[in-house]
């Protein structure tokens, strides 16, 4: 499960181009399931039939564009800090280790294709093939319960066909506009009449009031997979938070998670916008949000602490923890190294210690920190 985890970090939009692909697909179209049914009544072009042959070569699934978007320097990356290319890290050859009829992967000549995910050309994916990869997703399903899970909906309940094959375009990420069709609103056409909708429905993101929980693994460790390739190894899964920043071209606040990292001493944190699969009807309460103690020690200190080593583990702030405009400078972060012997896949708990407080670089992409005018709207009790 660590494995797994490990490569369903944030930098989750799976990585870059591996150049042009022979993929051959026969056999009947991908059905359309319930969300592409309320997609297409908006947006017909969205539904369109395409030949994944020529689609998929530039979807995300096959380019794993997304984690040389984050990773590389050119955006601010941990690369900056490394000075190791993503090639060496084993990120781009990721596979779950079997495709999806169970037969085995050779790493030395695996490249994304139909076998990932379909046992047979043009078949219905399952749901266990799409977790072997997206082990985050997992994790949410056995820490939370999800209003969606509850009614039987599946991945592709919500994610389209387009989404998975690709038209044409190469996105940089699943945060890059038009990468991602799944939305609250092509299905949840009108909302219920209630103050919080009132009040927040225009500028205030579904997710950041009705998902339970975003989930992060905490201080990947670089280290390991520069001396191991394909190695991953992190301090632990955090749960019970959800960040809130704005999303750039949205116009409304978002819950989002990070990416904490370290390598040769030197400590990174990376900030995104994300929708956790954990959905609640019920929402968040006023007082979980506004005035709550994350933010009275704003308030008082000018800094939020999100982890914190108490001189033998890691503490990790639970609730919702608002990105201020300082936000390099106001949020704190613990990091820890891990001193066992790296050329091992197995992680030995004790083997980790304290390695330095703060994050030596930051990164925000496809998102903005919050406004001084929207922090002091949050210190205001309700």
């Known amino acids: 499960m660590k494995k797994l985890w490990g490569v369903a970090v944030l930098l989750v939009g799976v990585l870059a181009g591996l150049g042009a692909l022979s993929i051959s697909f026969v056999g009947s179209p991908v059905p359309m399931h319930h969300f592409e049914t309320a997609l297409a009544q908006a947006h017909p072009w969205a539904t369109a039939q395409q030949d994944p042959a020529q689609t998929f070569p530039t979807s995300l699934h096959a380019t794993r564009e997304g984690k040389r978007t984050w990773y590389g320097k050119e955006n601010g990356g941990f690369e900056t800090l490394t000075n190791v290319p993503i090639e060496k890290l084993g990120c781009l050859g990721c596979h779950p280790g079997t495709y999806a009829d169970g ?17 047979q050309p043009g078949d219905k994916v399952k749901q266990e093939t799409c977790l072997k990869c997206h082990a985050r ?49 092509k299905c949840h056409t009108t909302i219920a009449t209630t103050v919080s909708h009132a009040i927040h429905a225009k500028t205030v993101d579904c997710a950041s009031c009705h998902s339970q929980s975003v989930v992060a693994c ?40 990070i990416q904490p990292l370290v390598h040769g001493g030197k ?9 956790g699969h954990t ?11 506004h005035n709550n103690a994350i933010i009275q020690e704003y308030a008082k200190t000018g800094k939020i602490t999100v982890s914190k080593w108490d001189g033998s583990k890691l503490v990790f702030t639970t609730g919702v923890i608002p990105v201020p405009p300082d936000w390099k400078t106001a949020l704190l972060f613990d ?8 050329t091992k896949p197995e992680t030995d708990p004790t083997k980790w210690v304290f390695l330095k407080s703060g994050a030596d670089l930051m990164q925000m992409l496809y998102a903005d920190p919050l406004t001084k005018e929207q922090i002091e709207k949050l210190k205001q009790a309700r």
């Open 103 to 119: 037969s085995k992967v050779d790493p030395a000549t695996y490249q994304p294709g139909c076998r990932d995910c379909h046992a």
């Open 137 to 185: 997703q997992g994790l949410e399903m056995k820490l939370y319960s999800d209003v969606h899970r509850e009614k039987n909906l599946e991945c592709s309940s919500c994610h389209t066909s387009r989404e998975m094959h690709g038209d044409g375009k190469v996105y940089k990420s699943w945060l890059e506009p038009g990468a991602m069709d799944a939305s609250c609103d």
């Open 218 to 257: 905490y201080n990947c460790h670089l280290d390991s997979a520069v001396a191991v390739p394909g190695t991953k190894r992190f301090y632990g899964p955090v749960k019970d938070f959800t960040f809130l920043l704005n999303r750039q071209g949205t116009g409304k606040v978002y819950s989002a998670t």
């Open 267 to 275: 400590s990174f944190v990376a900030i995104a916008p994300f929708r």
């Open 279 to 289: 959905i609640s009807k019920k929402g968040r309460g006023c007082a979980e949000c």
């Open 335 to 342: 990091f820890v190294d891990y001193t066992g012997d790296i």
